[in-house]
């Protein structure tokens, strides 16, 4: 068990990346979640989608980075069909890090136009 103090704890700070436009013109896209500067190294990056339907996707996961200021880095990717993105409300990146409450970052998605039409 790990037992940690809340002065060991720095909540990192989260970023969702939406694709280019260029990406948007595939048949594949990729959503990127950045955390960075936090500590404890276990964060725990976690994707949640909100849609009208059953879809698929692939994840990739990069474990935490040390950095310089001794903080820690972290990265969820997630890739998904154009076809899907219509089948979407909303994409959310969750940081999670045992009993604590959790911190989000939610993508709208605006399906009718695929262009750059992503809403933080």
């Not at 994409?91 to 039409?117: E, F, I």
Request: glycine share 2%; aromatic share 10%.
């Amino acid at each position: 068990m790990i037992k940690l103090n809340v002065a060991d704890v720095t909540p990192p700070t989260l970023t969702l990346l939406p694709p280019s436009s260029e990406e948007l013109q595939q048949e594949k896209f990729t959503l990127t979640c950045l955390a960075n500067n936090g500590l404890p190294s276990h964060w725990h990056l976690h994707w949640y989608i909100n849609t009208s339907s059953q879809i698929k996707w692939e994840e990739e996961w990069n474990p935490g980075m040390l950095q310089d200021d001794d903080l820690y880095s972290w990265s969820r990717s997630m890739t998904i069909a154009v076809d899907n993105w219509r089948k979407i409300f909303s994409v959310t990146c969750r940081a999670c890090l045992g009993s604590l409450a959790p911190l989000t970052v939610t993508l709208k998605a605006q399906p009718d136009s695929l262009d750059t039409n992503f809403n933080l």
